[in-house]
């Protein structure tokens, strides 16, 4: 099965094929640790997290990193204003990001980078840049030149005529050229390594692409992820130093998640809106939380409202409630709760077609209707909700969803019995009382 992705820096819907045969490898950029995460945050790892388990399930194996950015200004002021170290402040919002992402059954990556343990490798690479003529030093500051690359732009499909200085671009009269961006910052403020060109510390853009070179090696990886508002400048500032240092543009195939909005405005700390993770899970569920990332496709904006919410919710509910009952009846009829080989064929083939989670949903809730009518025959078809569970229990899993389902022990099974037969019997008041009893351990 071809999977096809929209590819940010052509426009294009294209078909991934992979550098390595059988083989994909994805990087997507992870958060600065100077804070709680807040709902926007999390939906890169859902969406690549669901996109990985995907490929895994066609049978590739994937190589999915996903960095940690400990050193920037942000955590160097936040240090300050507390009396601690960097190292006391990323350490623990390392820790707190990675409870989240436990919560919401998010795997554990190939790799978890963290910026300070490159440092070495970061100043290498941009030693590189400053003997190609890429780059330039003045006065313990090196920029890249932008003008040293071809096509400068492509990714944001922006002109660079028509760039101006100002709101995404910091004027600096040490540049050549106000788009000229900073690699090595000179400071005597803060966390500082020893450096060619003195104490500094790096430029965030250069980071991913040493980590990218250094965990995959100085070849383009298949696929590099990260929310929209990445493309400019950081993304774009990637490309332009893989192409002067390693004459590619890093990546085959760019990704690009939309964003999280609250109301009308996309949730960000600088607009004050946010809502942490940890608060959305602990309110709402962490498969609240995941099915409503999932329920839109990963570039349009997701609304985060109670209403978008309730409605999860419920449909989680629907989910939840039919699984459960298929294996109810499955264990009390002595089926199999391990079918494998299921037909879910159209569901694959929406996640095929650049990752339309929001069109898979429509054929597992197919499912789930399919199966409630299943479990109304009289008799039951066992091998029916066989198959009916097994597509269920796979789309779940690949969707990344902690939904649990009764495993029931000869005791459990006999009292089970013992309802329908009262039941069958029209004798309510026997039948009430283990039906009480089965409602306490969450079989019916």
């Known amino acids: 099965m071809d999977v096809k992705i929209f590819n940010s820096l052509t426009n294009q819907v294209e078909v991934l094929k992979p550098i390595r045969e059988g083989e994909v490898s994805i990087y997507c950029c992870g958060p600065t640790v100077y804070g709680d995460a807040h709902v926007g945050n999390i939906r890169p790892p859902i969406v690549f997290d669901t996109f990985s388990r995907f490929l895994t399930y066609l049978g590739y194996k994937v190589k999915f990193v996903s960095n940690f950015t400990d050193v920037d200004d942000k955590i160097i002021n936040r240090a300050i204003k507390e009396g601690v170290t960097e190292s006391d402040i990323t350490t623990k919002y390392i820790e707190a990001y990675r409870n989240v992402l436990s919560s919401l059954n998010i795997q554990k990556a190939y ?11 970061i100043i290498s690479y941009i030693d590189d840049l400053v003997k190609n003529g890429s ?32 709101a995404r671009i910091e004027e600096n009269s040490k540049k050549e050229s106000p788009l000229d961006f900073a690699l090595w910052k000179k400071t005597d403020v803060g966390i500082q390594w020893d450096s060619p060109w003195g104490k500094g510390r790096p430029g965030w853009h250069t980071e991913c692409c040493v980590m990218i070179d250094s965990i995959f090696g100085n070849e383009k990886i298949d ?14 500032n990637e490309i332009a130093q893989a192409k002067a240092h390693d004459h590619n543009k890093l990546a085959n195939i760019w990704m690009h998640n939309g964003f999280v909005n609250f109301g009308d405005e996309k949730m960000s700390k600088s607009l ?26 990963y570039r349009a904006p997701v609304q985060f409202t109670e209403e978008t919410i309730s409605s999860t919710q419920n449909e989680l509910l629907k989910i939840s409630k039919t699984y459960s009952q298929l294996a109810v009846a499955l264990q009390v009829n002595d089926g199999s709760l391990d079918k494998k080989d299921v037909d879910i064929t159209n569901f694959l083939s929406f996640l095929a077609d650049d990752f339309n989670t929001a069109n898979a949903l429509t054929e597992l809730f197919g ?37 649990k389902y009764p495993h029931l022990s000869e005791h459990d099974i006999e009292l ?18 283990i039906r009480a009893q089965l409602i306490e351990k969450n079989i019916i």
């Open 367 to 403: 499912a789930i209707k399919a199966a409630n009518m299943d479990l109304r025959k009289n008799p039951l078809d066992i091998s029916a909700l066989e198959r009916d569970f097994g597509a269920i229990k796979t789309m779940i899993e690949i969707f990344g969803l902690d939904i």
């Open 223 to 236: 696929i590099h992820g990260g929310g929209f508002d990445l493309k400019f400048p950081h993304h774009e």
């Open 416 to 433: 089970y019995n013992k309802y329908l037969e009262f039941k069958r019997n029209k004798q309510f008041d026997e039948s009430d009382k």
């Open 111 to 121: 790799k978890n980078p963290r910026v300070t343990e490159y440092m070495e490798q």
């Open 272 to 297: 004050g809106n946010v809502v942490l993770a940890k608060d959305a899970i602990a309110k709402y569920g962490a498969n609240a939380m995941r099915f409503l990332i999932l329920t839109t496709h």
């Open 135 to 166: 780059a330039y030093n003045v006065d313990g500051d090196v920029f890249f030149r932008v003008n040293s690359v071809p096509h400068y732009g492509e990714l944001a499909n922006v002109n660079i005529d028509d760039l101006v200085v100002g």
